[in-house]
């Protein structure tokens, strides 16, 4: 991993920070751990395969029903990019129900790989641009809980969730870089 | 407009001052402040705006290219695409696809163009049920009202009126209070209405035709939620959304929540390229439908709008992205919101753009007055859009198809103008207020006595609507230009410094603060310039702001006429109200040829007055000590300020309070004043307050006093302030002195006052 990646990961972090997402960052092979440990079930989810082998974990439905969407308390999926400017993380809205998944739920937790972590809103709408023209392809930017202040104060978790949570995948990760550590205490206080 | 109706805006407006206004001023206020914090923090923020601005006018020019591109690409992707001439024929549209998917029900995220459309009641008519989604949106459509803000629909309720509006309608078992139980209840209840849906309808921030994408921004979910979850998705959007392609949508993610919210981004942005690839949830059947049977239409409205893409003067409107920021930042919006400061659909200063190009100039005169050409909104505007030009335009357009009125032929003897006989006679008086001083001065002191006579007050205020709370300017008998004329000048012989200088003698400093033009003349004399002060006509500003385009430009090419041959014998132009440099420098490319190379030549030597003496004393040695400094002690204020500054001896200076003017800011000029105040060595603290609230000729009218009271009342806070109470206030433009001699007991001065040399 570069120099340059590394930088946006931990700008990414703190972005996650920023926008009240709890966050943590694991090896591929403890990102089934490292989701079900932020997932409260039921929960619904959608293939995370962002690395090879990562498998959601097994209170997880996959095969679910519209009501299941509804009463489900966390939705699982990956996310295309994160993006360290902002905080957000990019999800498909595609016939894999991502969208929905990631919407009805009040917990969404989404997957990302560090290397999909890019720097800012012009490289994500770069990337973006040559998905679209690639074909049909429909995202959202998603940037921590969904929020509203017409009611007279903030409050957050309207129509979509109120707790997001993003797992990291780091390939390249030390398991004591302090970035991950720190992250590790957010999902746990 | 008749004194009658005069007053009833007078009393709409104080309705509103105490009702909406509290609500909306602080909102708007604070989305304000996140605004200039947001886009401060963005490194190359005015290139952003520039690019956005080249893609919107790009994407104007070809629109009707965009418009096939965009047919094609979502007939391509299994939609259609519908371009609705207007209201009607674009409701028609929606009722038939309503019709054609047996809707009973329809739920909304919040949009503007469909709030312009009225498509609730269209759809009601039809007997179908509409739900909005966005919970400021629905709170609006229970209290059967209209949105007070393009952004933010229901931001004149108090949390308190939300709540007893919702504890009314739904009587729920606890009765509900705080904000966090509100979103819930109405989550849980719009939950339902958008999971029986049949219709889920959507507008869009912006089209990219290439591929027919759709960018959907909210922080709720719920264009989200919309646009996904019924069958069938009607998405509705003026045609100027269309862009190429997604890669354009760059710049505009990155500005508009800035704009609208001070967030970097939005909770979500979506980009959809309908129809969806999302399964279908159908909560009755509790079963998934194939994304194959999604139904998707894109209604496209003209109404007015591709007539507005050949208007030259409101073509720019067609660049609004609709964040609000003209609205936020404009101090008369903050007092009242959108319900005065509106037409039928949209809100602030752009909604005088948007409602005369749909059709609705009549709502546009109602409001129209209520910019008074500050200039803050320019700056605020995302997309750089002359959100004060489009309010003077759609002025003179009125005002030419104005009927004659009862006082006409009275105060047509008073002014000669090119306007219209129908002319509102308060417009022409303000507009023609040039010939007014100039008989002031003429008739002083008696003229200042017969305007202060209690019948000729009342005279003014029933035919020309002049405040009688207000103090009128006193004219001075002797004129700044007399008092030139008749003296030797006593630029002293300083080798360093070679200027030849025009004081540009505007219409103010000649007739009413005449000891700020003689001040100016002194300070520059002793810095070593050679000073004259021309007969010069007045900029025009005063007939402008009253819509009166054409005598504003008769103006405009007697005053580049006269000032351009004093450019080529090689004198540089001060001017003493920023005001008129603003004139100068932003308003004459419009009335004048903007390749005019007279004007160019005269904008390029033209200066505010400190500027210049920022100018004279940082790049040429200029003898800053022959100025008064707070040790120097020269007194008071003078005849100028009317009264006597607080301006102390040596040692003791209390120091000053600068306040600058609306237009000096946007002109990126304040900083020159406190630079050269500081280098004298006064104490200088700065307001940070919009507007004081006067603007010209608004702040004398009676519709508009109390507006205007209401916004000077966070300047008098600030001037009041600890650490400000005992400063010297000061102000350079005329407008602000007026404001802040009526707000507060000291007596404000103009800088130059300050800095003078003080052997006079």
């Known amino acids: 991993m570069s120099e340059s990646t590394r930088d946006h990961l931990d700008a990414f972090r703190d972005a996650l920070d920023e926008a009240g997402v709890t966050h943590e960052t694991v090896h591929g092979d403890g990102a089934t751990a490292a989701v079900d440990r932020a997932v409260e079930e039921p929960a619904v989810g959608v293939p995370i395969d962002v690395v090879d082998g990562v498998e959601l974990p097994a209170g997880v439905a996959t095969d679910f029903a519209p009501t299941d969407l509804r009463s489900a308390r966390t939705g699982v999926t990956r996310a295309a990019l994160g993006v360290a400017e902002t905080g957000s993380v990019l999800v498909e809205s595609s016939e894999r129900a991502d969208e929905l998944v990631s919407l009805y739920p009040e917990r969404h937790v989404a997957v990302v790989r560090a290397a999909d972590v890019v720097p800012d809103v012009p490289a994500a709408t770069a990337w973006l641009a040559a998905e679209v023209d690639a074909g049909r392809e429909s995202y959202v930017f998603a940037t921590g809980a969904s929020a509203t202040a017409d009611m007279g104060a903030l409050v957050e978790g309207v129509h979509g969730p109120s707790h997001v949570h993003v797992v990291v995948v780091d390939e390249g990760a030390d398991a004591s870089e302090p970035g991950a550590q720190r992250a590790r205490e957010v999902t746990e206080a | ?106 739920v909304k995220s919040k949009s503007m163009t469909t709030e312009e459309i009225e498509v609730n009641d269209a759809l009601a008519a039809a007997g179908v049920d509409v739900y909005e989604t966005d919970l400021g949106e629905f709170v609006i459509q229970l209290a059967e009202e209209s949105p007070s803000h393009i952004v933010g629909p229901a931001m004149h309720k108090s949390r308190e009126e939300i709540a007893s509006l919702l504890n009314e309608r739904f009587d729920p078992e606890e009765p509900l209070e705080s904000a966090a139980d509100m979103t819930a209840f109405v989550r849980d209840y719009l939950g339902e209405r958008v999971r029986e849906a049949d219709v889920g309808m959507t507008g869009a921030n912006f089209v990219a035709a290439e591929s027919g994408s759709m960018a959907l921004v909210t922080n709720e979910g719920n264009a989200r939620k919309c646009a996904v979850t019924p069958e069938t998705h009607v998405a509705v959007a003026g045609v100027e959304k269309l862009v190429p392609t997604v890669a354009d949508l760059e710049p505009f993610v990155q500005l508009l929540s800035r704009a609208a919210t001070g967030q970097a981004i939005s909770q979500y942005v979506s980009v959809l390229t309908p129809p969806v690839d999302t399964p279908i949830p159908d909560f009755d059947a509790d079963a998934f439908h194939p994304a194959a049977d999604r139904d998707f239409h894109l209604v496209l409205l003209d109404n007015g709008r591709l007539d507005m893409r050949e208007d030259e003067d409101l073509r720019e409107t067609l660049y609004c992205v609709r964040c609000g920021a003209c609205s936020n930042s404009c101090a008369n919006f903050q007092q009242v919101g959108g319900h005065a400061f509106g037409g039928d659909t949209y809100s602030g200063g752009i909604a005088t753009g948007w409602e005369a190009g749909i059709g609705g100039e009549d709502a546009a005169a109602e409001f129209n007055d209520l910019c008074t050409g500050c200039s803050r909104c320019v700056d605020a505007c995302p997309v750089k859009i002359d959100i004060p030009w489009i309010n003077t335009v ?307 009218k009676t519709d508009y006093y109390e507006v205007s009271m209401d916004v000077g009342e966070q300047l008098r806070g600030q001037l009041d302030a600890d650490g400000n109470r005992d400063r010297v206030p000061v102000a350079s433009g005329t407008s602000c002195l007026e404001q802040i001699e009526s707000l507060i007991a000291r007596r404000p001065t103009h800088p130059v006052r300050l800095i003078e040399p003080g052997d006079r």
């Open chain 2, 394 to 700: 759609v002025r003179d357009r009125l005002n030419r198809g104005a009927d004659a009125g009862e006082f006409d032929a009275l105060v047509e003897g008073l002014t000669q103008d090119d306007e219209p006989a129908g002319l509102d006679l308060q417009k022409r008086f303000f507009g023609n207020v040039d010939r007014v001083a100039r008989l002031g001065s003429a008739l002083a002191p008696v003229s200042n006595w017969l305007a202060d006579l209690g019948p000729n007050r009342w005279f003014m205020e029933r035919a020309l609507g002049v405040d009688r709370r207000r103090d009128l300017p006193e004219f001075r008998r002797e004129t700044f230009r007399e008092w030139a004329a008749n003296r030797t000048s006593a630029t002293a012989a300083v080798e360093s410094v070679d200027s030849r200088v025009v004081v540009y003698p505007d219409l103010y400093t000649n007739h009413v603060r005449t000891e700020r033009g003689k001040a100016t003349v002194r300070t520059l004399e002793a810095l070593g310039c050679e000073v004259v002060v021309p007969p010069v006509r007045s900029s025009g500003r005063a007939p402008l702001s009253q819509g009166m385009i054409r005598t504003a430009t008769d103006h405009a090419e007697a005053v580049v006429a006269t000032l351009s041959e004093y450019v080529a014998e090689g004198y540089d132009v001060v001017v003493v109200e920023p005001s008129d440099l603003a004139m100068f420098e932003r308003e004459y490319e419009r009335l004048l040829d903007s390749e005019s190379d007279a004007l160019s030549s005269v904008t390029d030597r033209t200066y505010e007055v400190l500027e210049y003496v920022y100018g004279l004393v940082t790049q040429r040695d200029a003898p800053v000590d022959r100025l008064t400094g707070p040790g120097d002690g020269h007194a008071e204020a003078g005849p100028d300020a009317g009264g006597t500054a607080a301006g102390g001896r040596s040692g003791d200076h209390p120091g000053v309070v600068y306040h600058s003017h609306c237009q000096q800011r946007t002109l990126d000029l304040e900083a020159h004043t406190v630079a050269v105040l500081e280098q004298l060595g006064y104490d200088v603290a700065t307001t940070d307050v919009e507007c004081c609230g006067m603007a010209g000729s608004f702040g004398y």
């Open chain 2, 1 to 106: 407009m008749s004194s009658e109706s005069r007053r009833e805006t007078a009393a709409k407006i104080r309705h509103l001052l105490d009702t909406d206004g509290p609500n909306i001023e602080a909102q708007a206020r604070e989305l304000n402040a996140g605004r200039v914090d947001a886009t401060a923090a963005v490194e190359d923020y005015e290139a952003l705006r520039s690019a956005a601005r080249a893609i919107k006018e790009d994407a104007i020019a070809n629109l009707p290219d965009l418009v096939d591109t965009v047919r094609d690409a979502v007939e391509a992707n299994g939609g259609r695409v519908y371009v609705a001439e207007d209201a009607a024929d674009a409701n028609q549209y929606v009722q038939s696809v309503c019709a054609d998917a047996d809707a009973e029900t329809v």
